[in-house]
């Protein structure tokens, strides 16, 4: 509800309040191209209803996530109060995962399949923001290879939420294996020179771009 708007009915806060409950746990469930039928039938309310509510998908995902990321958040400060820069960073990139691995939503959202979420890329945003601060701090360290961007946690992120989506059912801890060898491939005692530059960031827009579903 935006500044100076008027207060919804009882009645109309109570269908908002079952959406956004039906919401988490349908995106939990299925990702963020749910149908919204499914999250009104399961609010138990009508289609018409959600969208008097959330005109568009974004805007549903707009009141859900930015909430839910404020736990990735939490895990970015500790990451960055840890006395090891080292294990604060792969603590960060493990508990990232980890909530990624608990909801299919989270997992779309953190890898920005619906850039046009606009309160949601916000979210984003910051804790990109404090994701350079946490890189920066493990390569002063030395635990972190020096030519290691946060451009390229984003594309670990792209490839880990794949991994994530397609093992979740079979192989819920999957990932963990898979984050061990990047992790050890990130030390900079392991590190050998690389050919290919970082993407710019230019280069990760258009990435996303392509990559979100259509309308």
Known sequence: MTAGSR???????????????????????RGLEAPLEEVARRAGVSIGTLYNHFPTREALFDAIFPERLAALERIATAALEDPSPWDGFTGYVEGLFALQAEDRGLNDAVARRFPAAVELNEASRECLR????????????????ADFEPQDLAVLVWAMSQVIRESMDTAPRAWRRCLAFFLDGLRAGAAHPIAEPALTEGQMIRIVERSAPGD
């Open 7 to 29: 207060p919804l009915r009882a009645d109309a806060a109570r269908n908002r309040d079952k959406l956004l409950r039906a919401a988490t746990v349908v995106f939990g469930e």
């Open 130 to 145: 404090h994701t350079e601060r946490i890189i920066e701090r493990a390569k002063e360290g030395g635990g972190l290879r």
